[in-house]
Structures are given as C-alpha cells and as structure tokens.
Nanobody
Framework: QVQLVESGGGLVQAGGSLRLSCAAS????????MGWFRQAPGKEREFVSA????????YYTDSVKGRFTISRDNAKNTVYLQMNSLKPEDTAVYYC????????????????WGQGTQVTVSS
C-alpha cells in the first residue's frame, strides 16, 4: 500500500502561482512513477503531468506545457507540481497518483490515489 496526501491548493488570481505537494508513505516511493490529474466540476478526470521513478522522463498535457513543472524528491517521498501563470480553466481538484506501469497518461493504470486538493483560479 502507498498512501498519498496532497497539499498546497487554494484560491489564486489569474496569472498567479501555486505549488502542489504530494507526500507518499508506505511502500518504496522510488519504485513508482507519479502522476498529477485534475477534475473540474462536470468534467472527467484528466491527465496533467507525470514523472518516472528516476525522473528521466516527464510528460505534460498540452494545455499546461510551459506553465507547470513536475518534480520529485525521492529522499523526501514527495512529488511536486509547480503551477505558474494560472488560468481560470485550471480550476479543478488536483489528484496525485502512483503507478508501476508505463502508461502514464491513463488514469486507469494508476494503483494509488490521494484525496485531492482544490485549486481555484479567479479571473
């Protein structure tokens, strides 16, 4: 079992920044690739970003490229999502998730999920 706890969400004006953190406990964190997903009201959960367990491969959905940065610190069992130049359309509940699979864009391949943290961007 891996337990994931997100933090860092909040209310921010458009153009602002937030840094989400996801702290992991349980099984060896470094064995897992980590992903961030988000779900806006009335919409399906969507992929945002992912990072392999070594950090050698990183992926972003097109809408956040150049604005969001994913990183991980295996010594701290934590993955981060730095979000800059936030837009109202980034408003959603953000979830981190862990997987041992390589299909990092697909939420169905993730084994463990956090409870989510709300990000609200006002215009």
């Amino acid at each position: 079992q891996v337990q994931l706890v997100e933090s860092g969400g909040g209310l921010v004006q458009a153009g602002g920044s937030l840094r989400l953190s996801c702290a992991a406990s349980g099984r060896t964190f470094s064995n897992y690739a980590m992903g961030w997903f988000r779900q806006a009201p009335g919409k399906e959960r969507e992929f945002v970003s992912a990072i392999t367990w070594t950090g050698d491969r990183i992926y972003y959905t097109d809408s956040v490229k150049g604005r969001f940065t994913i990183s991980r610190d295996n010594a701290k069992n934590t993955v981060y999502l730095q979000m800059n130049s936030l837009k109202p359309e980034d408003t959603a509940v953000y979830y981190c998730a862990a997987t041992t699979e390589s299909r990092l864009y697909d939420s169905s391949w993730y084994d463990y999920w956090g409870q989510g943290t709300q990000v609200t961007v006002s215009s």
